[in-house]
Each structure stands twice: as structure tokens, then as C-alpha cells.
């Protein structure tokens, strides 16, 4: 009986570790989304995920995640050859509130990325966090 309990709280920890840490399902908007956790800085600085914000220059320069590129939205197109070199790597996009993530994820689908996923709550949910927040 002991064991059952053990191997089934093991499970449960399991289930709810994967939850918090991997991109979930696609959404209503047809991607991916990744939680803002510490967890996501960590893979961003081992250069396992790349993390791009599409706000523009000022906005980034204001302040933004770190280790985040900027790339802003309307120019996502000038970057795809950039790009190329991380198809194999998960893309994880944000802005201020989620619509230019949006439009540039629309974008770089159309030039078949297929590991793109968007930061839950973008920037706005990053610093009601708590999260650590990069200024030039």
C-alpha cells in the first residue's frame, strides 16, 4: 500500500513539474505557449532556447528579459536568414501584451519555424511576476 502511495505521489509531481516547464498545447491561436519561470531564463542562457522580443528598440532598450534579442515585429522578415540557424531550437516570442507576438509568429510560420511558441502573459505578465528585467 506504502508503495502506491509513493509511486503515485511521484506521478502526480511528475505530471505538475512537465506542466509548469514544458510549451503547452497549442492554443486558440493556433501556438504554443511557454510559462515565464526561472526555469525559461535558465534554458535561454544555455543557448537551448532562443527568447525574442518584437517590441521595438525603445521598448526593449527600456527594459526587457534577459537574454532576449530584439527583433521587432513589423521587421520580422529582415531577420528570417538569422533565424535559420535556430529552426531546431525552440523560438519563444513576446511584446508588451500579445498582438505583435502574434503577427510575428504568423509570420515566421508562414516561413515554416515549427518550434514557436509564445511567452504567457508577455511582457506585462513577466514583470507582474516579480521576473528579472534587463535596461541599455
Keep these: 500500500m506504502r508503495k502506491i502511495i509513493v509511486v503515485s505521489a511521484l506521478i502526480i509531481v511528475a505530471v505538475v513539474a512537465t506542466t509548469f516547464y514544458w510549451p503547452k498545447e497549442a492554443e486558440a491561436d493556433g ?30 532598450a527600456d527594459g526587457h528579459i534577459p537574454g532576449a534579442i530584439n527583433m521587432p515585429h513589423e521587421a520580422i522578415g529582415d531577420y528570417v536568414e538569422q533565424l535559420n540557424d535556430a529552426k531546431d531550437k ?4 513576446y511584446c508588451r501584451s500579445g498582438r505583435r507576438a502574434q503577427i510575428a509568429m504568423q509570420m515566421l ?28
Excluded at 525552440?90 to 516570442?93: E, L
Design 90 to 93: 525552440p523560438i519563444i516570442i
Design 31 to 60: 501556438f504554443r505557449s511557454v510559462q515565464a519561470t526561472p526555469f525559461m531564463l535558465e534554458k535561454v542562457k544555455a543557448d537551448e532556447w532562443l527568447l525574442i522580443d518584437v517590441r521595438t528598440p525603445q521598448e526593449y
Design 109 to 136: 510560420e508562414q516561413k515554416q519555424f515549427t518550434g514557436i511558441s509564445r511567452l504567457e502573459g508577455d511582457m506585462l505578465g513577466w514583470t507582474e511576476a516579480g521576473l528579472p528585467v534587463e535596461r541599455m
